[in-house]
């Protein structure tokens, strides 16, 4: 992009070349912009834009500016968009205009994974500023139906996808230009309304494509899509630091920078929230409403209404500067984890905006050349067009917020009906799922007494109410959404994400409750079911809870000997007998490096950071099956596991792998690229991960290299399209099928042309919840219930299962649980192989139809990796 500052007047690449050279040097431009000149003289136009003007230049040149206000190019010292920025830098600049001007202020979100601060620039009047405290108190009442005339809240949000940067480009430009215009018009939306920029909502992944754009671009600009420029290296940008897709995060909350994104919605209660994105380079320019068949049905109509009426300012803007768009078709409204969606189902307007993508400099496309300066300016244009639109509407905005926690506070009640819900015996699991409702703003209380209903005891450790009258019962209708029909069986992304499939919890609905049997305080925790005395035999710990898998790596670090139990037994304890199931640690106290009094005082600070209930037993001798001391208790060896990465395989569900190895089992993981498996000792590893992919780096040398890893007792974990890869190269037995037996599924004939994106809709599984049958007698899937649920998107299931006692899982005969699945897949489904674990020579291979951790948030399936991990190939023995 070239751009000049002459008479303190921003000048875009159209007007430069329309400047005279003799004026140019008259105006003392910088030996940075001559140098640029020459070289576009030289090369041709195709380094700028050839357009007349831009939005960005005309509001700024018929503009009152502070010239006292620093602009992104004085501070950058080169123009805006030349570069691709860093986040230190688009930080820096913000903290610059709040050090100048009276009408900003800071906010922050935390911290991303790699501690960088999600900076948001607070823009209004200074009144305004001055009262920001009691505004921000009044915000806190939304949710109670108190909205008084507060200002309006308008939140502008770019660059969720790291690898988008035009968005916080653009967001450099408007916190300027608010900042520091004196028209009529601005001053007019600083007094009436809050605007609050956050320029990166990614910062990891922003930085890692910034380093890369800048890295491969050269002082000649390259146009060609094949150029290394626009292609990035495996991650891209478009995740954060665990690879993780940030905007489909804002329902799980996994993640650190949206923990404190939605904080931050919260606390601001935004009237209207702007999402700005980047799509395909050969695209035009979208904002919402989108497909109007694809709107969740629990989203208001009123909210689509408001979303038109907004759009009507976009597209008089864009038809202004000349920008085709498009506005109803390819883009939906249905998934509330994401950020144009998430406002929708919390009293808010959210917009999604996507600008094609230039990926670097610029690109050809179909319709020509695409500059990233004309990228930064569409979201120039449509940032103003919101804040006007905004502002139009403002007293529709307040109503419609209003309007919907309008009747739904919260009304004391002697027996409240609700939703009770258990986690099974696991409190940490608990834990997990009060810390998401908290952070959403649902209320909930625990139990003070055990509750019997639908054959299931819910006890106060591992249990939840969660009441139908509050201000987020939408929010919590959507979070519990079993759905099946759908007036639109097309998705953007998943069509279910019901929580108590993915925590998988026991639930009954409509219950009523005495308000003396709740508490908003969860009962303190005991690790112990009794002291622990000196005759103490061994520590038994039951594998169900979720802190069990998590303490296995710790007491390896503390070089702890750790069991597990291959068959249910009973034991008597201090209590009288108690079943334990498969899987149940044993922690023998005698053991060659510790004295018993060291183990046990290591043991008890390490569980209780688990919530682990632990269970001392003064005899080694079981009432069923076998004692402590046989050999159907298997010591659980230290593991070394290794993923595979690299463009052969999903980094999303890499990155899955990864987060659930380091920050929930606390498990140290390598991670090998797959161009270099053939270089790499595969020895030093116990167990090696594959997520879904093609596996297309990997040749016939390394099938062999892995075939010997196995039978020299080591473990392959692979899902998905991996499996294809290991059958072809006889790795596994069992034959998934075939992408082309699934497409067979479908009738194509007597359809006609029109058609086809009906019959891909059929054929796509964007995420449905399906139900599988498990051998719980399999230590695979030691630690779980049947049916266990689990989130599918990807056509594939075992056809052949031949050798005995591999099959651990199958789906059920009824299989679909929620969301949208077309018939014909369900048939093939049913009664299928959905886990399969065949042992090869020394070790073992687990096959995983399905990503069994996905997003992060499917809690009740993780489990399976930690068995493969911890009792694989020894459970098979």
């Keep these: 992009m070239v751009m000049l500052i002459i008479n303190n007047k921003y000048l875009s690449d159209g007007q430069v070349m329309s400047i005279n050279l003799k004026q140019l040097a008259n105006q003392c431009i910088s030996h940075v912009f001559r140098s640029f000149f020459v070289v576009t003289l ?94 921000l108190t009044q915000r806190a009442k939304v949710k109670q139906g108190d909205e008084s005339q507060a200002p309006l809240v308008i939140w502008l949000a770019y660059s969720i996808h790291g690898d988008e940067p035009s968005g916080a480009h653009a967001a450099m430009a408007i916190s300027h230009y608010l900042t520091a215009s004196n028209d009529a018009w601005v001053k007019q939306l600083l007094e009436q309304a809050i605007v609050l920029i956050t320029p990166v909502q990614n910062p990891d992944g922003f930085d890692r ?37 940030m905007n489909r995060d804002w329902l799980f909350l996994r993640h650190d920078s949206s923990q404190g994104r939605v904080a931050f919605f919260h606390k601001w ?171 959403h703003q649902i209320q909930f209380h625990y139990l003070k007494q055990t509750q019997q209903h639908a054959q299931h005891q819910y006890l106060p450790q591992d249990s939840l109410f969660i009441p139908v009258k509050q201000p987020q019962s939408d929010l919590v209708k959507a979070l519990f959404d079993k759905r099946t029909e759908f007036e639109d069986a097309t998705f953007y992304d998943v069509s279910s994400w019901d929580m108590s499939a993915a ?40 594998w169900q809870q979720t802190g069990a898998a998590m303490l296995v790596s710790q007491l390896h670090k503390a070089k702890i000997k750790v069991k597990f139990a291959s068959q249910p037994f009973a034991i008597n304890t201090a209590a009288g007998e108690r079943s334990f199931g498969a899987g149940t640690l044993q922690i023998p106290v005698k053991q060659p490096e510790l004295t018993s009094q060291v183990l046990l005082e290591t043991v008890a600070k390490l569980v209780d950071k688990q919530r682990l209930e632990v269970v001392a037993v003064t005899t080694a001798m079981a009432n069923t099956n076998m004692d402590l001391g046989s050999d159907d208790f298997k010591y659980i060896a230290e593991v070394k596991p290794l ?74 974990v692979a899902q998905k399209r991996a499996l294809r890869w290991l059958d072809a190269h006889n790795l596994l037995d069992a034959k998934p099928q075939s992408t082309g037996f699934y497409r067979k599924l479908f009738d194509t004939e007597g359809l006609n042309f029109n058609q086809r994106s009906e019959l891909r809709a059929k054929q796509s599984i964007g995420g449905a919840i399906v139900s599988l049958d498990l051998d719980l007698s399999h230590p695979i899937n030691f630690g779980l219930s049947s049916p266990l649920s689990v989130l599918k998107n990807r056509p594939m299931a075992f056809s052949t299962v031949t050798t005995p006692f591999t099959l651990a899982a199958s789906y059920s005969d009824n299989v679909l649980k929620s969301g949208y699945m077309a018939k014909e897949y369900q048939g093939a489904f ?17 096959a995983l139809s399905d990503n069994l951790v996905f997003r992060n948030i499917w809690l009740g399936s993780e489990k399976i990796y930690a068995n493969a991990l911890y009792f694989m190939p020894g459970g098979l023995r």
């Design 209 to 245: 494509f910034s380093t890369w754009a800048n890295n491969h671009r050269g002082q000649t600009l390259v146009s060609d899509p094949q150029h290394r420029e626009h292609k990035q290296n495996w991650p891209s940008g478009r995740g954060n630091h665990y690879w993780a897709d």
């Design 42 to 135: 030289l090369f041709g136009v195709s380094a700028v834009q050839a357009n007349s003007d831009t939005r960005i230049n005309q509001l700024l040149a018929n503009s009152a500016i502070d010239q006292t206000i620093t602009t992104p190019e004085q501070h950058l010292g080169y123009p805006l968009g030349e570069w691709h920025l860093r986040h230190d830098q688009i930080n820096q600049y913000l903290r610059k205009l709040d050090a100048q001007s009276e009408r900003t202020s800071l906010d922050s979100a935390g911290f991303s994974a790699e501690r960088r601060e999600q900076l948001s620039l607070v823009i209004t009047s200074k009144s305004n500023q001055q009262n920001l405290a009691q505004i």
């Design 503 to 542: 925590f998988d919890l026991a639930s009954v609905t409509n219950v009523a409750i005495s308000q003396k049997q709740l508490t908003d305080t969860l009962a303190p925790w005991s690790s112990a079911t009794e002291p622990w005395r000196e005759s103490t035999v061994a520590l038994l710990i039951d």
């Design 269 to 439: 209660q935004p009237h209207l929230v702007g999402d700005f994105h980047e799509m395909g380079h050969n695209r035009s320019y979208f904002f919402q409403p989108g497909v109007p068949t694809r709107v969740h049905p629990l989203t208001q109509d009123k909210n689509q209404q408001l979303t038109n009426e907004l759009a009507n300012f976009h597209r008089k803007a864009l038809d202004e500067v000349k920008q085709v768009y498009f506005s109803k078709q390819r883009f939906d409204d249905f998934f509330y984890g994401k950020g144009s969606t998430y406002p929708d189902i919390n009293g808010a307007i959210g917009v999604l905006f996507e600008q094609a993508s230039a990926r670097g400099q610029q690109q050809h496309t179909d319709s020509g050349l695409l500059t990233f300066s004309h990228a930064i300016d569409n979201q120039f244009t449509t940032s103003i067009s919101s804040l006007k639109g905004a502002m139009a509407l403002k007293t529709k905005l307040v109503d419609y917020q209003r309007d919907f926690y309008q009747g739904k506070q919260t009304k004391t009640a002697s027996k409240p009906k609700g939703r009770l819900v258990s986690t099974k015996g696991d409190s940490l699991r608990l834990i997990e799922l009060a810390s998401l409702l908290e952070q």
């Design 643 to 716: 993923l595979i990465t690299g463009r052969s395989v999903s980094s999303t569900e890499s990155g899955e792998i990864w987060y659930y190895m380091d920050k929930t089992l606390g498990q140290p993981l390598s991670m090998i690229n797959a161009d270099r498996l053939l270089e790499s000792d595969l020895s030093r590893y116990s167990h090696i991960y594959i997520a879904d992919g093609s596996l297309n780096h990997f040749g016939d040398q390394a099938a062999s290299k892995l075939e010997r890893f196995v039978k020299d007792g080591g473990v392959i």
């Design 830 to 846: 049913s009664n299928q192989g959905a886990i399969v674990v065949e042992r090869k020579g020394k070790g073992a291979v687990v």
